[in-house]
């Protein structure tokens, strides 16, 4: 698995701008948490309810820092550790209203 932050720079306020995923050899997101500005957390899998919720309907590209999105690589752990953190005090799938 690889793991994967993008912040996308450009996006509006009230909308989610921090995705940690974890993706396959094929680049298919496995787990996604999302991050909103205020630090509120949203996360999904594809193990469990809504699937559609984060997870990307098809594979994420390459990893490149655009004008929009600033794409970094995280470590396992770093990401388990988001994770737990979002099983705690976030929400499971999409809950907040979206722009």
Do not use: C
């Amino acid at each position: 698995m690889e793991y994967q932050k993008s912040i996308w720079i450009t996006g509006p306020q009230n909308d989610a701008y921090i995705w940690y995923s974890e993706l396959d050899a094929e680049r298919w997101e496995h787990r996604v948490i999302v991050e909103f500005r205020d630090g509120y957390l949203e996360y999904s899998s594809l193990a469990t309810e809504p699937r559609y919720s984060w997870i990307s309907e098809k594979p994420w590209p390459k990893m490149e820092t655009t004008v929009n999105f600033d794409q970094n690589v995280l470590s396992q752990n770093e990401f388990e550790n988001l994770w737990l953190q979002a099983l705690k005090t976030g929400q499971h799938g999409i809950t907040r209203q979206r722009i």
